[in-house]
Nanobody, 129 residues
Framework: QVQLVESGGGLVQAGGSLRLSCAAS????????MGWFRQAPGKAREFVAA?????????YYADSVKGRFTASRDNAKNTLYLQMSRLKPEDTAVYYC?????????????????????WGQGTQVTVSS
C-alpha cells in the first residue's frame, strides 16, 4: 500500500496558475502508474490526467484540461506534479492523486478510477471569477 499526500492547492483568480504535488511513501514509485482526478461539489469524481509507470512517457489528459494542465513525475523524489495554467472557475474542485500497480500504457485504462489502488486525501483548488 502506498500513502499519498497532496499539497499545493489554494485560492487563485481565473487565468492564474497553481502547481499541485503528490508525495508517495514508497521506494518503488517508478513502478506505479499515477493519476490525477478531481471532484467538484455535487459532482462525481472525474479523470484529469495520468502518467504511465517508469518515466511517465505516456501522458493523458481530459479534454477539459488539455493544453492547460501538465502532469509530470520525479521518480528520484517519489513525487507526482500537476502544473495547472489558465485556470477557470470550472476547475474548482478537490484534486486527488492516485497510484496504480497496473502496467498499462493505454488511456482507456489509466482514466478509470477502478484501476487505482491507493488514493490521497485530496487538496482543494478554488478558482475565483
Amino acid at each position: 500500500q502506498v500513502q499519498l499526500v497532496e499539497s499545493g492547492g489554494g485560492l487563485v483568480q481565473a487565468g492564474g496558475s497553481l502547481r499541485l504535488s503528490c508525495a508517495a511513501s514508497t521506494r518503488t514509485f517508478s513502478s506505479y502508474a499515477m493519476g490525477w482526478f478531481r471532484q467538484a461539489p455535487g459532482k462525481a469524481r472525474e479523470f484529469v490526467a495520468a502518467l504511465s509507470w517508469k518515466s511517465g512517457a505516456n501522458s493523458y489528459y481530459a479534454d477539459s484540461v488539455k493544453g492547460r494542465f501538465t502532469a509530470s513525475r520525479d521518480n528520484a523524489k517519489n513525487t507526482l506534479y500537476l502544473q495547472m495554467s489558465r485556470l477557470k472557475p470550472e476547475d474548482t474542485a478537490v484534486y486527488y492523486c492516485a497510484a496504480s500497480t497496473v502496467a498499462s500504457i493505454f488511456k482507456e485504462d489509466l482514466e478509470r478510477m477502478s484501476m487505482y489502488d491507493d488514493w490521497g486525501q485530496g487538496t482543494q483548488v478554488t478558482v475565483s471569477s
